[in-house]
């Protein structure tokens, strides 16, 4: 029905928030380790960026 597909629209909203929050989140703790010196190996292994990921991140952080 078109109340089951509305609700399960919100539903895949809901989550894709959730996912965009917690990519946010990881991207700001990524960027404070970076910026105290910890391990880029060590910093993808916690987060599972890539190396190119990491190097954005890096360039990100150097402009700001």
Not at 45 to 59: I, M, Y
């Amino acid at each position: 029905t078109n109340m089951t597909q509305i609700g399960q629209m919100y539903e895949e909203e809901k989550i894709e928030y959730g996912n965009r929050k917690a990519l946010e989140e990881k991207i700001k703790i990524t960027k404070i380790l970076l910026q105290e010196g910890v391990d880029s190996v060590m910093i993808m292994k916690a987060t599972g960026f890539t190396e190119e990921e990491l190097l954005r991140l890096q360039d990100a952080n150097a402009a700001e």
